[in-house]
C-alpha cells in the first residue's frame, strides 16, 4: 500500500512539472510578445534625474506586478533624460498607475500617462 501511494505520488509530482513547464512556456511568451506591451504600460515624466529603477518600482508597486521599469538615459552621456516607461504584468494595473498621476517622488510631481506604441518601430530606414 505504502508503494501504490508513492508511485500515486510520485505520478502527481510528474504531472505538476509538466504542467509547470507549459505555464513557464505561456509566461515567458506573454512578456516577450509585442502585442499587448504597449496596453500594458505607462510612460512617466518629471523623474528626478537620481532616482533608480527600483524607487520607481516602489513607487508604484501597489498598482500590480511589474514586468519591467526603465528610466531613459542619453545614449551619448548616460545622463538620466528625466523620464521612464513601466510595463505590468496585468492591463488593469495601468488605471491604478494613472492614479499616482500628480503624485510625488523623489520631491518631483512626475506625470503619468498611458504608454503610446513608438511609432519608428512601425517604419524602417536605411543609414
Given at each position: 500500500k505504502v508503494d501504490q501511494t508513492f508511485e500515486k505520488l510520485k505520478d502527481s509530482?510528474?504531472?505538476m512539472l509538466s504542467k509547470l513547464k507549459v505555464l513557464k512556456t505561456l509566461e515567458k511568451n506573454i512578456v516577450s510578445s509585442p502585442l499587448g506591451v504597449h496596453e500594458r504600460s505607462i510612460?512617466?515624466?518629471?523623474?528626478?534625474l537620481n532616482t533608480t529603477v527600483n524607487e520607481l518600482k516602489l513607487h508604484?508597486?501597489?498598482?500590480g506586478p511589474i514586468v519591467r521599469a526603465t528610466i531613459i538615459s542619453d545614449k551619448l552621456t548616460g545622463q538620466p533624460k528625466?523620464?521612464?516607461?513601466?510595463?505590468?504584468?496585468?492591463?488593469?494595473?495601468?488605471?491604478?498607475?494613472?492614479?499616482?498621476?500628480g503624485s510625488f517622488l523623489r520631491g518631483r510631481t512626475i506625470k503619468v500617462m498611458c504608454k503610446r506604441p513608438n511609432?519608428?518601430?512601425?517604419?524602417?530606414?536605411?543609414?
Open positions: 509530482k510528474n504531472k510612460f512617466i515624466e518629471n523623474v528626478e508604484f508597486k501597489a498598482c528625466g523620464y521612464a516607461y513601466m510595463e505590468f504584468w496585468n492591463k488593469s494595473s495601468i488605471d491604478l498607475a494613472m492614479t499616482l498621476n511609432k519608428h518601430q512601425l517604419t524602417t530606414t536605411t543609414k
